[in-house]
């Protein structure tokens, strides 16, 4: 299972660091993703990372959003900068492709993030 963390307040401008760690009998686990979903809206496709280090993002996040993983510790990391109240939505992480210790593969979704920004 997924668990976010690191959701919360904050001005616009301002910064969050946003984790979520996989548990479970997990051997490797292909790509991390974050999702994000706005009051509303769609859920949509924040920035992604491979477990080779590849990485993509939205458009609207480039330049201000940095994803990273530890792979050892099966966590993925989403480094949040210059927030602008757009960003405002809940957050989810991703795991896909994850083969787990008796060989068998499965996807999880995290619970979800609240993250707020305020103009």
């Known amino acids: 299972q997924l668990q976010a963390s690191g959701g919360g307040l904050v001005q616009a401008g301002g910064s969050l660091r946003l984790s979520c760690a996989a548990s479970?009998?997990?051997?490797?686990?292909?790509?991390m993703v974050w999702y994000r979903q706005a009051p509303g809206k769609q859920r949509e496709l924040v920035a992604g990372?491979?477990?080779?280090?590849?990485?993509n993002y939205a458009d609207s996040v480039k330049g201000r959003f940095t994803i990273s993983r530890d792979v050892a510790k099966n966590t993925v990391y989403l480094q949040m900068n210059s927030l602008k109240p757009e960003d405002t939505a809940v957050y989810y992480c991703?795991?896909?492709?994850?083969?787990?210790?008796?060989?068998?593969?499965?996807?999880?979704w995290g619970q979800g993030t609240l993250v707020t920004v305020s103009s």
């Open positions: 991703y795991a896909d492709r994850v083969l787990l210790k008796d060989m068998t593969a499965a996807a999880y």
């Open positions: 479970g009998s997990i051997l490797s686990i292909y790509a």
């Open positions: 990372i491979s477990i080779g280090g590849n990485t």
